[in-house]
């Protein structure tokens, strides 16, 4: 019967015009630890505010992903603990349940010592997931951009080295991927999809190259910021703000409601002063963060 404790990157999905495909790995984590037991199921949750939105039985994402791995693989441990300690905010739009369900494979994966690649590890979280773009960072870290085809995962990862910060503008509300999934189109005109191609391939050909004077254009998205936009409380002013201090690109993270920009590091802590002044009068309830890129993705700590 063994331990294993793993770290989970949260994650920032779409990029602007990305939609389900582009990822980013973000310096925040989730902290998952799993031990065989010799009988039943124990979870506990360590922070105060994850606690509130988290099942503490057989609903809890991370447990339902392990047995997911277990049943795949034909493994039975007798009982299970779980110690769960979450810096990634749940329903925020920055890969929680990515995270939980990454985490939950990756702990599975080493107890029942079943030796799947971390493309399978992808491939199965995305089967759970239903979209790739934050699994894939989430597994492997960095930029990511991912396809996700016949139950089959086609991706590349880019390093992010220190030229970049991003900010997170997290609010105090949740707005669940499901209801901001629920508020798309099912079609889209053919000169949208065309504006979304050239931006997803701009904003690629940006954060390879490292070309960034280009962000500011390719982060435009015409596929789910224009109908998501409408449950992020001040979003026009907020953007405007960014902007006018010098964002190089701000975009929905994920399904949202938090906000992300793209920031030159060199300008990041002053860029962090002037917006923070901003918030504190007008949303003061709003948590802000700046991050680094993750480029490792999920990992084993013990
Ligand atoms: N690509 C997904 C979406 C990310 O925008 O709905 C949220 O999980």
Redesign the pocket.
């Known amino acids: 019967m063994g331990t294993v404790k793993v770290r989970v990157p949260g994650t920032s999905?779409?990029m602007g015009p990305g939609?389900?495909?582009l990822g980013l790995a973000l310096s925040i984590y989730n902290y998952i630890e799993a031990t065989e037991t010799d009988g039943g199921l124990t979870i506990e949750i360590l922070d105060a505010e994850t606690k509130e939105f988290l099942p503490t039985d057989e609903k809890n994402l991370v447990y339902k992903s392990m047995k997911y791995l277990f049943d795949k693989v034909g493994y039975q441990p007798k009982g299970l603990k779980l110690t769960l300690k979450s810096e990634v905010p749940v329903t925020r739009?920055l890969?929680s349940?990515?995270a939980c369900i990454v985490g939950g494979l990756m702990c599975a994966n080493e107890l029942s010592k079943a030796k799947l690649s971390k493309r399978q590890i992808m491939e199965m979280a995305t089967a759970i997931?239903?979209?790739s773009?934050?699994v894939c960072a989430a597994c492997v870290g960095g930029f990511t951009v991912s396809v996700y085809n016949k139950e089959e995962i086609f991706y590349y990862s880019h390093k992010i080295e220190g030229d970049l910060k991003f900010l997170v503008l997290i609010p105090d509300y949740a707005v669940t991927?499901q209801k901001?999934?629920n508020t798309?189109p099912g079609y889209y005109p053919r000169r949208e999809v065309a504006f979304n191609i050239s931006h997803a391939s701009l904003m690629v050909a940006s954060m390879v190259s490292g070309n960034y004077e280009n962000l500011l254009c390719a982060i435009d998205d015409k596929v789910?910021e224009p109908y998501?936009k409408v449950f992020i409380d001040g979003y026009q002013k907020i953007y405007n703000k960014l902007k006018a201090y010098g964002a190089l690109g701000t975009y929905?993270s994920?399904?949202?409601p938090t906000l992300v920009s793209v920031v030159e590091a060199d300008d990041a802590e002053f860029f962090l002063e002037d917006i923070s002044e901003y918030m504190k009068k007008t949303h003061p309830t709003w948590t802000l963060k700046l991050l680094d890129v993750d480029n490792e993705g999920v990992k084993i700590i013990k």
């Open positions: 999905a779409n939609f389900d495909s739009g890969g349940s990515s997931e239903g979209h773009d934050n991927t901001a999934r798309l789910h998501r929905i994920g399904s949202g």
